[in-house]
């Protein structure tokens, strides 16, 4: 058997240690993913995810949950990584204590290689030997990016239960709106042939001169239903500054979602409505499906500004955590550049991923990226800055890689 040597032993084990993380919480996800909401009955029933409860608790106690939803995003992010600030911190006291374990070992691991150049598993002995003896941890350089995934998964998937919730309740709302106002209608008009006081369709004689009436109660209530949906109490809470609907994405997609969005048979499903047929659910938003956007019928919900943005952010946060680290101690040959090309990896890996997630998912989701993306950044400056100070204070020599920013 080909003998490993302990980078490659040590990557090995970090990249199987990421793999079970990540597994884990692909099933806690699918543990948590019920974003199928039944439409049928009086009341949409509550999200399950712990991640939307607490949403929606601070959405509730926003203006009684009034206000737009993108603030509620806002607040919900600075909260959330205020609760893990503690492991932040952790995190970027062993990042810190790496830095400046790697700048120790620098020029003993350059006499190792001169020394045992020639012998690869002599050297890696010696290296080996040497991090344990400065207490170098290569699994502190990677705790940063697996948290993140952790954390990143598990709010996804209630961002997710948000969005089904909102697009449950906008229908609910609608739909009882419509038939209020097309009830009131045939009420009005032909309420003496009906002894039980509920009015539908059946109650509208089938003749030429009933189904004529019928459209344009139906019309009525179609506009009952758009004056509705767009009051300010209903549209406060979806739109967000550019943002025409938060709970859709930034991006090309309609405002106003069709049948085949909202039930989740098209595009990357967020929601998943139940109990409802495509007749039912065109009768009640026929005026306001292709509205409230940008451009003719209102195509465009957004401008793509937070995907790009979370995008950047996530480039910029990913190279911050980069340099206070400082670049790890390396061995020779191959298992050199597969460490340095592993590390490049993650560095882009997270900001396309961000960058895919806010462009294709809700503009809550894009919006909770870029929020935790600049309150990260905050965050590394100012611990950076406090870092630096306690070192001039003590008389350490700054670490050039944590200083220079």
């Excluded at 039944?38 to 999200?47: I, K, N, T, Y």
């Excluded at 600030?85 to 120790?104: C, F, G, H, T, Y």
């Excluded at 001039?392 to 890689?401: C, E, L, M, Y």
Aim: proline share 3%; with cysteine; aromatic share 12%.
């Amino acid at each position: 058997m080909a003998y490993i040597g302990y980078e490659r032993k040590r990557k090995l084990q970090i990249y199987l240690l990421t793999a079970l993380i990540l597994l884990c919480c692909l099933m806690l996800v699918a543990c948590n993913s019920d974003n199928s909401y039944s439409v049928e009955g009086d009341v949409v029933q509550a999200p399950t995810h712990f991640m939307a409860k607490f949403m929606l608790v601070i959405n509730n106690s926003m203006g009684g949950g009034t206000v737009s939803f993108g603030w509620t995003v806002v607040v919900f992010t600075i909260v959330l990584r205020l609760i893990l600030s503690p492991l932040d911190i952790w995190q970027k006291v062993i990042a810190r204590k790496n830095a400046k374990a790697m700048e120790r070992m620098k020029p003993q691991l350059e006499a190792l290689q001169a020394k045992y150049g020639e012998d690869k598993v002599r050297l890696q002995q010696e290296q080996k030997n040497l991090y344990k003896k400065e207490k170098y941890s290569m699994m502190g350089m990677c705790l940063p990016t697996i948290i993140t995934f952790v954390v990143f998964f598990v709010v996804f998937a209630g961002f997710r239960q948000m969005v089904g919730f909102q697009f449950a309740q906008d229908y609910k709302t609608s739909q009882q709106v419509y038939q209020q106002a097309i009830s009131a209608e045939i009420d009005a008009a032909y309420g003496d042939l009906n002894a039980d006081g509920k009015f539908d369709r059946d109650d509208v004689p089938n003749t030429e001169e009933g189904a004529a009436f019928y459209a344009g109660a139906k019309d009525k209530a179609q506009q009952a239903v758009y004056d509705a949906y767009y009051s300010d109490e209903h549209k406060n809470v979806r739109s967000w500054l550019w943002i025409k609907n938060i709970f859709v994405g930034d991006n090309w997609s309609a405002a106003v979602p069709d049948f085949t969005t909202v039930t989740g048979q098209s595009g990357f499903a967020n929601s998943r409505l139940a109990g409802i047929t495509i007749d039912e659910y065109n009768d009640v938003m026929g005026k306001v499906i292709g509205t409230g956007g940008y451009g003719k019928n209102g195509k465009w919900n957004g401008l793509l500004i937070l995907p790009v943005l979370s995008i950047v952010l996530s480039f910029v946060s990913q190279k911050l955590m980069s340099k206070a680290q400082g670049q790890p101690p390396v061995a020779s040959g191959d298992a050199a550049g597969a460490n340095q090309q592993s590390m490049k990896m993650m560095q882009w890996m997270m900001p396309i991923m961000m960058g895919v997630f806010g462009l294709l998912y809700s503009g809550a989701f894009a919006l909770y990226m870029f929020t935790s993306s600049l309150t990260a950044i905050l965050f590394q400056l100012v611990f950076t800055l406090i870092g630096n100070i306690v070192d001039r204070t003590r008389g350490d020599k700054p670490n050039p890689n944590i200083a220079k920013r």
